[in-house]
């Protein structure tokens, strides 16, 4: 990567007051921000001058309602928002006056819940292995609801590790991708 060789910033006092923000994206033309509150979850603001557009969602069983979104799983592509939420995957559009749900996708069920996924490709997701044999990672097949493989084989360092749980967090990282390749 080239050298940067300085840094700037801008403070810039958003319209909206928000409570627990947790995560944050960009699409195209908005910045998308969740705020971990149970109405108004989504708070929306056009690029480049972050006007306030609208908040949207809620905590619920409803059909635009969400039950736990996890915020390491929150991404931005094109005009799209897709974030895990209790989890199932799921796909909304962003307009510029609301969004809308455009998919669902339960993952495979496993023993235990699957952490940390990151996109590849449409179908293809990387995530973390916690609990489930010695392998770091599982790649997972959305559009056949299955584990494709596990693979990333831990350190063989002769250390005292009582449990899979244990291994995870001695070697703990953060998976990112970018489907863009």
């Known amino acids: 990567l080239p050298e940067i060789n300085e840094l700037s910033g801008v403070t810039v006092k958003l319209p ?45 069983r409803g059909p635009n309602e969400f039950l736990t979104i996890d915020g390491n799983y929150f991404r931005a592509f094109s005009n799209q928002l897709e974030l895990m939420d209790y989890g199932t995957l799921k796909r909304l559009r962003i307009y510029d006056d609301r969004m809308e749900k455009i998919d669902a996708i339960s993952l495979p069920k496993l023993k235990n819940p699957i952490n940390n996924v990151q996109k590849l490709t449409d179908t293809l997701y990387i995530a973390n292995n916690i609990f489930d044999g010695n392998q770091e990672h599982i790649l997972i097949n959305i559009a056949k609801n299955g584990i494709i493989k596990e693979f990333g084989k831990y350190p063989d360092d002769k250390l005292n590790i009582k449990s899979n749980l244990d291994r995870y967090q001695i070697y703990s990282k953060f998976v990112i991708s970018n489907p863009k390749g």
């Open 16 to 60: 909206v007051n928000m409570l627990s923000p947790q995560a944050m994206c960009v699409t195209d033309d908005n910045l998308i921000v969740f705020d971990e509150v149970n109405s108004d979850l989504f708070k929306i603001f056009k690029l480049p001058d972050l006007d306030y557009m609208y908040c949207w969602g809620n905590v619920g």
